[in-house]
C-alpha cells in the first residue's frame, strides 16, 4: 500500500483546510487509516483515524468538534476536513495505513505518507 498527501498549505486563525490522502496499491488489506502530525522538536501525535470498511472514527481530544476524518472507498481516498484552525495545529501532517487490527491511535502503522506542511498564523 502507497499513502500520498496534499493539501497542505497557509491558513489563517480561525479558518479552514482540507487534506486529503490517496491510497493505492492493496487497497482491500486496510484496516484503518489515520493522520498524524509533528511539530518542530516535538514527537509524531495522533490526530484522527477511521476504520476503512467500519467507519469508526477517532479524534485527538484537543481536534474533537474541529476536524472531521472520513473516507471515500470507492475512490480509495483519506480526508480530513480542518475548521476553527488555531496556531498550534501547524505541524508536517502525515497520512498512515495499517493492515493490522490494532488500537488505531497507536503510531505503529504499517504505511506512512511524506508528510504536507499546514501553517496557522494570527
Known amino acids: 500500500v502507497q499513502v500520498v498527501e496534499s493539501g497542505g498549505g497557509s491558513v489563517q486563525t480561525g479558518g479552514s483546510l482540507r487534506l486529503s490522502c490517496a491510497a493505492s496499491?492493496?487497497?482491500?488489506?486496510?484496516?484503518?487509516m489515520a493522520w498524524f502530525r509533528q511539530s518542530p522538536g516535538k514527537e509524531r501525535d495522533f490526530v484522527a483515524a477511521v476504520t476503512w470498511m467500519g467507519g469508526d472514527v477517532y479524534y485527538k481530544p484537543a481536534v474533537r468538534g474541529r476536524f472531521t476524518i472520513f473516507r471515500d472507498t470507492g475512490k480509495n481516498m483519506l480526508y480530513l476536513q480542518m475548521d476553527g484552525m488555531k496556531s498550534e495545529d501547524s505541524a508536517v501532517y502525515f497520512c498512515a495505513a495499517r493492515n493490522t487490527v490494532s488500537l488505531v491511535t497507536r503510531d505503529d502503522y504499517d504505511y506512512w505518507g511524506q508528510g504536507t506542511p499546514v501553517t496557522v498564523s494570527s
Open positions: 496499491g492493496r487497497t482491500q488489506s486496510i484496516y484503518a
